[in-house]
């Protein structure tokens, strides 16, 4: 069981191994060629599923294009080169393409409770506490700079510790599960189906992302160049209503969620209900609250040396899309 779950986990989201592609999802069947067309910029199939399982396009007057992408970094790779009219990630993703220069604004935030994201350790480890992390190597997944880092940076500082007293290395999850399955490792920073393998792996919850441990804030994005398209703008302000909507549904209707993300991503039953209880429950405007609590995601990341330059939250959105 736990190698199947494995081996799914491998080929989704940051989570899935999929290439860049377009998919096209007319938002109306009888829509007249000239229709405005959005490339929306996703990762694992993720909002795709889910405004398709919800049916939240129907009646739209634009076109949407899905991209499809296995992480991050390349989805914002695609937008900075204008493959993508929008990006999608958590918080710190997003701080890192704005950091390097990626033309985009936040246009809305998305919210969840963290507690997908956590530091499992193995139950033999001898680690009780954060605070017995001190001189430990710390596994994180996934590369320099994910949330899973952060998470860890940031109970350190509440637990009285700096970054430099652990011993930080990075693994790909699935790789790093490997490690912890074997007792190579015995600390983990990981996220999503990773943690859920994890605890079934011998491993104990030390702390998740919960009670504002991380920001629980994802965000939708968009280029300068969409942006500056006033007919892709409007269409954009009435595609995230729409998602807004289709996420509502994801909460009132979550084993249709699962089913539909084992149909489209062709995950086990277990695997899919991991993924729909992480998914994210509200779309937001961006407001002074959501940019004050992700620029001490910045502040902190770039004191560890991890975010460089810094950002400034607030001068990156774009507060007219989403009122």
């Not at 129907?58 to 937008?79: D, I």
């Not at 969840?112 to 033999?124: A, L, M, P, S």
């Amino acid at each position: 069981m736990i190698r199947h779950i494995a081996a799914v986990a491998l080929s989704l989201s940051a989570l899935s191994a999929l290439t860049a592609c377009g998919a096209d999802s007319s938002a109306d069947a009888s829509a007249e060629d000239g229709q405005v067309t959005l490339t929306i910029g996703d990762q694992a199939k993720t909002l795709q599923t889910i405004v398709n399982a919800s049916d939240a396009l129907k009646g739209a007057k634009y076109k949407v294009k899905w991209a499809e992408f296995q992480g991050a970094a390349p989805l914002y790779q695609a937008v900075q080169a204008g493959a993508a009219d929008t990006g999608y990630s958590a918080d710190l993703p997003a701080l890192q393409a704005l950091s390097g220069g990626v033309r985009v604004k936040n246009v809305a935030a998305l919210k969840n409770d963290g507690r997908h994201v956590g530091i499992v350790v193995r139950k033999d480890s001898g680690i009780g506490s954060v605070k017995d992390l001190k001189g430990q190597k710390v596994v994180v997944s996934s590369a320099k700079g994910s949330i899973s880092e952060y998470l860890l940076a940031n109970v350190l500082k509440q637990n009285g510790l700096s970054y430099r007293d652990v011993h930080v290395q990075y693994l790909l999850p699935t790789d790093a599960q490997a490690a912890f399955a074997s007792g190579k490792i015995k600390t983990w920073a990981t996220f999503g189906v990773y943690q859920a393998v994890g605890l079934e792996q011998g491993g104990k919850l030390l702390v998740d992302g919960g009670d504002g441990r991380v920001s629980g804030y994802g965000f939708i994005n968009a280029s300068d160049k969409a942006l500056a398209d006033s007919s892709k703008k409007a269409a954009l302000t009435d595609f995230l209503g729409r998602l807004g909507t289709a996420l509502q549904w994801t909460s009132t209707h979550q084993d249709a969620y699962a089913k539909a993300i084992e149909q489209r991503n062709g995950a086990d039953a277990t695997v899919a209900r991991t993924l729909a209880s992480a998914a994210y429950s509200k779309v937001l405007p961006i407001t002074s609250d959501v940019n004050r609590t992700v620029q001490g995601v910045a502040d902190l990341m770039n004191g560890i040396g991890v975010l460089d330059p810094n950002v400034d939250v607030a001068k990156s959105a774009d507060t007219s899309v989403l009122k």
